[in-house]
């Protein structure tokens, strides 16, 4: 069974930073891709981020420039750097594990899930 634990999720005003971690456990971490999704209230659940077993990594266009998914295959942790918040990032931040060595954005392509963690961007 695998389990996702996250952390670093808060308050911070607009222009700000925040650093989103998830610590794996239950299997070998390098050999999967890894997600970050968010739900913000009233809207679907979307991919903000994914990282394959190789580090190739893919962005919602909204994030691009701004946020950076990155993976400690030895701490078997994967981090969402997000800097430049915007009001519109708030939401709560969910770590997916994936299926598959490559990344999809389909929710379907991922098997665990964290638990959430909120983000709040002030104005």
């Known amino acids: 069974q695998v389990q996702l634990v996250e952390s670093g999720g808060g308050l911070v005003q607009a222009g700000g930073s925040l650093r989103l971690s998830c610590a794996a456990s239950g299997r070998t971490f390098s050999r999967y891709a890894m997600g970050w999704f968010r739900q913000a209230p009233g809207k679907e659940r979307e991919l903000v981020a994914a990282i394959s077993s190789s580090d190739t990594t893919y962005y919602v266009d909204s994030v691009k420039g701004r946020f950076t998914i990155s993976r400690d295959n030895a701490k078997n942790t994967v981090y969402l750097q997000m800097n430049s918040l915007k009001p519109e990032d708030t939401a709560v931040y969910y770590c997916?594990?994936?299926?598959?060595?490559?990344?999809?954005?389909?929710?379907?392509?991922?098997?665990?899930w964290g638990q959430g963690t909120q983000v709040t961007v002030s104005s």
């Open positions: 997916a594990a994936g299926r598959f060595s490559y990344f999809s954005r389909l929710n379907s392509a991922y098997d665990y």
